[in-house]
């Protein structure tokens, strides 16, 4: 293998934690090449890192410290609990819609949102309920 570059290699469909990286340390200094198992590599991985594009992840992940920002399309296929004194926030204010056609007000089943005067539920994809809001 070591008479072929990189890009010649086989492609591999997907990772396992034991599968290795090549390493290259202190390359504008005194480089040295190291392996690392892809569980180790991963498990390094700042709390703060940026993903952008797709994230898709299985089985029992969890996301911990004190702040999570989840932006654009989520989709969640299981439950989302939040538990202890944690907030879940809706932070886009909506207006009132016209009616309670989801279909006509380009609403999908499932969906809630708010205005300064309701709390509204798309219950299915034909139907949107509503709950008004008052001071306390």
């Known amino acids: 293998m070591a008479d072929k570059k990189v890009t010649a290699l086989n492609a591999l ?14 390359p504008q200094g005194t480089p040295a090449s190291y392996k690392v198992s892809a569980k180790n590599m991963f498990k390094s991985v700042p709390a703060n890192t940026a993903i952008k594009g797709l994230f898709t992840t299985t089985a ?3 996301v911990a410290g004190n702040q999570a920002n989840v932006s654009a399309n989520a989709t969640f296929s299981s439950k989302v609990t939040v538990s202890g004194d944690k907030k879940f ?15 006509s007000q380009n609403v999908t089943a499932g969906t809630i949102f708010y ?7 798309a219950t299915d994809g ?6 008004a809001l008052s001071t306390f």
């Not at 034909?126 to 709950?131: A, G, H, V």
């Open 13 to 26: 469909a997907s990772v396992t934690s034991d599968d290795l990286f090549l390493i290259v340390n202190d």
């Open 115 to 121: 205005s300064n005067t309701h709390l509204y539920i």
């Open 126 to 131: 034909n139907t949107i309920k509503r709950i």
């Open 89 to 103: 926030i809706i932070s886009t204010k909506s207006t009132n819609p016209g009616n309670s056609n989801a279909v």
């Open 60 to 62: 029992n992940t969890i």
